[in-house]
């Protein structure tokens, strides 16, 4: 059987050297800034003739919060949002095959410079936003989120396929005290300490894991319920700060719950934090019941048929730290 190559695109697939073409490169570059649980950056990419698969990096599993590697696909689905986005900005369309080799793949899609197009307001928008977007953990303003920016987030999750809520008074407090329950129920369990201490330990250069800055301070008591990452360094000081309760609460949902699920909720939930960014919000992920099969249930009530993926606060807070990255040339599969 004769299969035909797809002739290489200039400066999108791979050099005489076998690595990306420069427009390419912009594109991965893109991709690694995408948020990822414990800052583990848990993907590599392989440049081809037609473009890039993506691969799940088994090797930097979190396998104590995230058992089934559920966490570790939403993560892999942001860095195909922005690799999709760079894409866009750069006159191309990007097309997207998920999951080609079907669960439980290590190649979980393989995103193609499709034809030239126009470069629209919002894929500019988007792609000047991924290296402004930080996971900022610190004190938010007093200062409530307009509707229409909410709408604008809330769009940004069904244009990918995925359902964010935002909360009312009632159903933001409920939220809020099942993510408070969860974190002390982590507190107590050596086996996360121990995975929290490996995923915070500071070393000079290191490329990975959330570094001391970006912690943000302690939170007062029964305030907001950040996940504490000094809890591992006790030793470190920090500063007790009261957190505000203006911000919103929001619950990325899927209709099912599967892989490819996770990698369409992984480019919902990114999608909303560019379109957030664009806004000028900052934006904080609560992941901590998510990684509890028996909390897990309670985020979206009883009867709800949805599946929630991830919880995003959102408000307008100070500039914050950013995280580091793994060089591209640590991420590439040649």
């Known amino acids: 059987m004769i299969t ?10 791979v050099t005489q050297d076998g690595g990306p073409g420069p427009l390419m490169r912009q594109c991965l570059e893109a991709a690694i800034a995408a948020p990822s649980i414990f800052n583990s950056q848990p993907w590599r990419f392989r440049v081809g003739a037609a473009g890039v698969d993506v691969l799940v990096d088994r090797a930097r599993a979190v396998k104590i919060i995230d058992e089934y590697g559920r966490e570790r696909l939403i993560s892999v689905g942001a860095a195909v949002f922005n690799l999709r986005v760079a894409m866009l900005s750069l006159g191309r369309t990007p097309v997207l095959r998920p999951l080609p080799d079907g669960p439980p793949a290590v190649r979980v899609a393989h995103v193609t410079p499709g034809r030239p197009v126009p470069v629209s307001d ?6 000047r936003a991924i290296p402004r977007r930080h996971s900022n953990r610190r ?14 987030v809330v769009e940004a999750a069904r244009a990918e396929g995925a359902e964010l809520t935002i909360c009312d008074a009632v159903t933001r407090e409920d939220v809020l005290d ?3 329950f969860a974190e002390q129920r982590w507190r107590g369990d050596p086996r996360y300490l121990a995975e929290l201490a490996w995923w915070t330990r500071w070393e000079y250069g290191r490329a990975d894991g959330v570094p001391p800055e970006a912690h943000g301070p302690y939170a007062q008591a029964e305030g907001m319920p950040v996940r504490d990452f000094g809890l591992a360094t006790p030793g470190r000081r920090r500063a007790v700060e009261p957190f505000e309760r203006a911000s919103s609460i929001a619950v990325l949902t899927t209709d099912a719950d599967d ?19 664009v806004r000028g919000l900052a934006t904080t992920p609560f992941t901590q019941p998510l990684e509890i099969p028996a909390l897990r249930r309670f985020v979206c009530g009883p009867g709800d048929p949805r599946f929630p993926q991830a ?3 959102l408000g307008y807070g100070p500039p914050c730290a950013p995280s580091p990255r793994r060089p591209l040339h640590e991420v590439l599969v040649r």
């Open 4 to 13: 035909q190559t797809r002739p290489a695109v200039p400066g999108w697939t």
């Open 122 to 127: 919002t894929a500019a928008a988007l792609a």
């Open 139 to 152: 004190p938010f303003a007093e200062v409530p989120v307009e509707p229409w920016v909410l709408d604008e």
């Open 178 to 180: 099942v993510v408070r």
């Open 259 to 277: 892989p490819a699920a996770w990698l369409r909720a992984g480019q919902a939930l990114q999608r909303v934090l560019l379109t957030a960014t």
């Open 311 to 313: 919880i995003v606060r």
